[in-house]
Nanobody
Framework: QVQLVESGGGLVQAGGSLRLSCAAS????????MFWFHQTPGKEREFVAS????????YYADSVKGRFTISRDNAKNTVYLQMNSLKPEDTAVYYC????????????????WGQGTQVTVSS
């Protein structure tokens, strides 16, 4: 069992930066690939970024490539999402998630979800 708790969301102006953190409980954190998804009202949850168990491989949605960076620290059971050059369209609730494979973005593959953290980017 893995429990995920996100933090670091907030209100920022366009062009600014935020770093989201996701702290995991449980001894099996390092065996999971970790994900960030986001969701806006009335829309399905969308893939943002993923990272494999070791941190060696990362994957991004086209909309965030070059602006967002996912990383993890297995010693601290934590995954991060550094978000730079934020745009109003990045406004959403951001969810941390754990799944077996970093390359499988299917929502049905997710084993564990966090509760989400709101990110609001003003223009």
């Amino acid at each position: 069992q893995v429990q995920l708790v996100e933090s670091g969301g907030g209100l920022v102006q366009a062009g600014g930066s935020l770093r989201l953190s996701c702290a995991a409980s449980g001894r099996t954190f390092s065996s999971y690939a970790m994900f960030w998804f986001h969701q806006t009202p009335g829309k399905e949850r969308e893939f943002v970024a993923s990272i494999n168990w070791s941190g060696a491989n990362t994957y991004y949605a086209d909309s965030v490539k070059g602006r967002f960076t996912i990383s993890r620290d297995n010693a601290k059971n934590t995954v991060y999402l550094q978000m730079n050059s934020l745009k109003p369209e990045d406004t959403a609730v951001y969810y941390c998630a754990a799944a077996p494979w970093a390359t499988n973005k299917d929502l049905n593959s997710i084993r564990y979800w966090g509760q989400g953290t709101q990110v609001t980017v003003s223009s």
